[in-house]
């Protein structure tokens, strides 16, 4: 998985998978999921991050695996 933060855009994608994308459905407004083409989630786009997540959540990422 792969999470781009572009403060230029204000916008975070997280990538699944490296799949080709097929289509890309608004699931509500700035949200924006892409499938390949068996249908499979591989990515997810949030548009205008900084009004949906304070700033100070967006200065580092953590993940974390069960």
Do not use: F
């Not at 999470?3 to 097929?22: G, Q, W």
């Not at 700035?30 to 949030?46: A, C, K, Q, R, S």
């Amino acid at each position: 998985m792969k999470v781009t933060i572009d403060k230029e855009a204000d916008a975070v994608y997280m990538r699944l998978s490296d799949t080709p994308i097929k289509d890309s459905e608004e699931i509500k407004p700035g949200v924006i999921l892409d499938y390949d083409d068996e249908n499979n989630l591989v990515g997810i786009e949030i548009l205008n991050i900084s009004e949906r997540v304070p700033s100070a959540s967006l200065a580092s990422v953590q993940l974390e695996t069960a």
